[in-house]
C-alpha cells in the first residue's frame, strides 16, 4: 500500500474563510510534505515534518499553518488566503529523509 | 543557482518512438538521491526510480530505463517504444543529504512535458 489520502479534493473559499486541507497515510512513514504547485510550475517545498516535529519552513506566509497531530495525519490550515494562493496542494510522506515521496492526488484550492 | 534542469520543456513524438528525457543536476554534497516522477493531467505525482549518489547502476523496468552518469551530473530517463499512455509531465528531482539549512524536502526540475502521439 503506496497511499496518500488528501481531503478535500477540489476547495473553492473566499478570503475571509478558514479551511483546513488534511492528509493521512499508513505505510509507517515518519516524514510528511506539504508542496504547492502553480500549473506548469513544479512542486515547491512549504512544510516537512520529520517524526510529527516540523523541521523546514520555506518561508511560507503565516496565513499556512501546519500541523501534524500524530504519525498518520498532516494537516494544512487555511486563513485570510489571497488570489494568488490557488493552486494544487500536494501532501506527499516518506520513510525517512533518504527515501521516496508518495504523493497524494492533491487539492485543488481556489480564492475567490 | 538552479539545482536541477530539465532542459527539454516540451516533447512530442509519434507512438512506439524511443524518447529521452535529460536531467541535469548540481549539488556539493557526496551523498545526494536522485529521483524521476511522473504527473498525468489528473494531478498525482507518480514515483519512478530513486538513485543513490554511490550508485551508479544503470536500471531497466520493462520499458523504463535511466542512465544515471555522475561525471556529467546527469540522470536520464529513456522510454522504449513509448505510448499514449506515457503522455505527461515528468519530473527529475535532487535531495541533498546536507543541505545546509536549506530543503531537505525534494527540488524539482521545472519538468517536461512528453506528448506520445497516435
Known amino acids: 500500500d503506496t497511499e496518500v489520502t488528501q481531503t478535500p479534493k477540489h476547495l473553492v473559499m473566499g478570503m475571509t474563510n478558514k479551511k483546513s486541507l488534511k492528509c493521512e497515510q499508513h505505510m509507517g512513514h515518519r516524514a510528511m510534505y506539504w508542496y504547492k504547485q502553480k500549473a506548469k510550475k513544479p512542486p515547491e517545498l512549504m512544510f516537512v515534518y520529520s517524526y510529527e516535529k516540523l523541521s523546514i519552513n520555506e518561508s511560507v506566509p503565516s496565513r499556512f499553518s501546519p500541523e501534524c497531530p500524530n504519525s498518520s495525519l498532516l494537516n494544512l490550515h487555511l486563513h485570510a488566503l489571497q488570489p494568488e494562493d490557488s493552486a494544487l496542494y500536494l501532501c506527499?510522506?516518506?520513510?525517512?529523509?533518504?527515501?521516496?515521496?508518495?504523493f497524494g492526488q492533491g487539492t485543488r484550492l481556489t480564492v475567490v | 543557482a538552479q539545482k536541477v534542469t530539465q532542459a527539454q520543456t516540451e516533447i512530442s513524438v509519434v507512438e512506439k518512438e524511443d524518447v529521452t528525457l535529460d536531467c541535469v543536476y548540481e549539488?556539493?554534497?557526496?551523498?545526494?538521491?536522485l529521483f524521476w516522477y511522473k504527473q498525468p493531467p489528473s494531478g498525482e505525482l507518480v514515483f519512478l526510480i530513486r538513485r543513490n549518489s554511490f550508485d551508479e547502476q544503470n536500471e531497466i523496468s520493462g520499458r523504463y530505463s535511466w542512465n544515471f552518469q555522475k561525471s556529467t551530473s546527469s540522470f536520464n530517463f529513456t522510454i522504449t517504444a513509448s505510448q499514449v499512455v506515457d503522455s505527461a509531465v515528468y519530473f527529475c528531482?535532487?535531495?541533498?543529504?546536507?543541505?545546509?539549512?536549506?530543503?531537505?524536502?525534494?527540488?524539482f526540475g521545472k519538468g517536461t512535458h512528453l506528448i506520445i502521439q497516435p
Open positions: 549539488t556539493r554534497d557526496t551523498t545526494y538521491y
Open positions: 506527499a510522506s516518506s520513510l525517512n529523509m533518504e527515501t521516496e515521496a508518495f
Open positions: 528531482a535532487l535531495r541533498e543529504r546536507y543541505s545546509g539549512g536549506g530543503a531537505d524536502g525534494l527540488t
